[in-house]
């Protein structure tokens, strides 16, 4: 027999990239259960550093591996709990181009001024472009072109707002509509390494039946559903 | 300190030296005219100079990255648009830390004894003589508070730099934006360097400028 089970709040911290698809997901959660789900989006390197210094969070879904990993070697986290929720991937837009070709043919078009991508040094999403970048062969000869976004979702505000004709954003990011205006390229996986991007429960939800339920249900087939249909591909969990 | 923090406090110096001297020859005469003037659009321009003191900084960078943008209202003067570039951060400066130069400005120019003035009036010493030999130097606590804010506020200007910059080292990426990417990078001992600098240089510079303004009061 079933307990009852005591309605609670789970409280997520999100990279930024996710937060619109777990916004979705906390709803059809909350929808079959009578717990209520917080969401916290920031960084990934700001909510660990929040995590570590005993932020209050049960769930962390982080936009890579590195920082999820920490925090279990730091006994922050549960260990064994962690998954890759999502795999992000990577899509070139210039919304502005009328162009019919390869994208390494764009790309080293002279006229083209401003590439936007995310901080290689801190975004996940920034590593796969450098990545995909000097797989083309292309990163020594764009330096000086590039600008850094401080997360994707700066990425693709240069890029929407005009001031950079082009650059590597997240292809959950785009719209249907977004991708047939102007150019769109989806790159291909093999140009960079996957980002996995990983959820783990932390110390605080530990004892927490909700979050653990959640953190089951990000797994469930209606939950990968709703997630690659926001763009992502899923982890062979 | 790595090579690129050592850009990044370069280019964080020259933006906040050039915005003050840009802001001291446009503050000047407006702080002026804002002391001296019963016109009815007095209040407007306040309100406006004012505005940066309360809006969000990104509020301020949101917009200013459309208007700099290629096609943008000031981004269309020039062929790329000033977006990412030094140019456009010295212009998202100087709108940013204009209340910290003009009302300081405005307030010594509002406090000389007009007396003073209309002395030298009789004595026809023309406006520009009047105000060179006789405003300047009474004003002098005024223009030394007003540099210093300017300074010191460009110093530690982050939301509209991480707004409109692009990051781009030598160019835009200044010592804010390096501490915060140490930060977010996990660095956290070359954050706790840089930041711990820039703690001990904004206590010193206010406490050199209100010792100095102590002295002159009691003077």
């Given amino acids: 027999m079933a307990m009852p089970t005591m309605a609670e709040t789970i409280h997520v911290a999100t990279a930024s990239n996710f937060s619109q698809p777990l916004k979705l997901l906390a709803k059809s959660f909350e929808e079959n259960s009578s717990h209520t789900v917080r969401i916290s989006a920031a960084s990934t390197g700001k909510l660990y550093a929040q995590i570590k210094h005993g932020a209050p969070y049960h769930l962390f879904l982080a936009a890579d591996q590195k920082r999820p990993e920490i925090l279990e070697k730091e006994g922050l986290a549960i260990t064994n709990s962690r998954f890759t929720y999502a795999v992000g991937e990577l899509a070139l837009w210039a919304p502005q181009q009328q162009f019919t070709g390869e994208a390494k043919a764009l790309i080293s078009q002279t006229d083209i001024h401003r590439i936007s991508i995310a901080n290689p040094k801190i975004a996940p999403y920034g590593i796969a472009a450098r990545q995909t970048l000097k797989a083309m062969g292309l990163w020594e000869q764009l330096q000086g072109r590039l600008v850094q976004g401080e997360n994707i979702a700066q990425t693709y505000q240069f890029i929407a707002s005009g001031a950079a004709e082009m650059g590597f954003v997240a292809r959950s990011q785009l719209s249907e509509e977004a991708k047939t205006k102007g150019y769109y390229w989806a790159v291909p996986p093999n140009l960079h390494d996957p980002i996995r991007q990983d959820a783990v429960l932390l110390k605080r939800g530990a004892d927490s039946p909700a979050a653990k339920a959640f953190l089951a249900f990000l797994r469930s087939e209606s939950a990968k559903e709703v997630i690659r249909a926001q763009g992502y591909g899923l982890g062979d969990s | ?219």
Avoid: C
């Fill in chain 2, 1 to 219: 300190m790595e090579s690129a923090d050592i850009s990044a406090l370069w280019v964080t110096l020259r933006l906040a030296l050039t915005t003050t001297l840009i802001l001291l020859l446009l503050g000047t005469p407006l702080a002026w005219w804002l002391s001296q003037t019963q016109s009815r659009i007095k209040t407007v321009i306040e309100a406006l100079v004012a505005l940066p003191l309360v809006l969000p900084p990104t509020v301020l960078g949101f917009y200013l990255l459309i208007a700099l943008a290629p096609g943008g209202i000031i981004g269309g003067f020039s062929a790329h648009g000033l977006a990412f570039s030094f140019t456009g951060l010295v212009i998202g400066s100087v709108l940013y830390s204009l209340p910290f130069v003009v009302q300081p400005l405005q307030n010594a120019f509002g406090s000389i004894n007009r007396l003073h003035l209309e002395a030298a009036s009789t004595l026809r010493a023309s406006p520009l003589d009047r105000f060179f030999s006789i405003v300047l130097p009474l004003s002098r606590p005024g223009f030394i508070t007003a540099a210093t804010l300017g300074f010191a506020h460009t110093v530690g200007e982050f939301g509209v730099v991480l707004m409109i910059g692009g990051n781009i080292p030598g160019e835009t990426q200044v010592l804010s934006i390096a501490i915060y990417d140490h930060v977010e990078a996990l660095e956290y001992a070359q954050a706790h360097w840089l930041s711990g600098g820039l703690l001990l240089f904004s206590f010193i510079i206010l406490f050199l400028v209100y010792r100095q303004n102590n002295r002159w009061a009691h003077s």
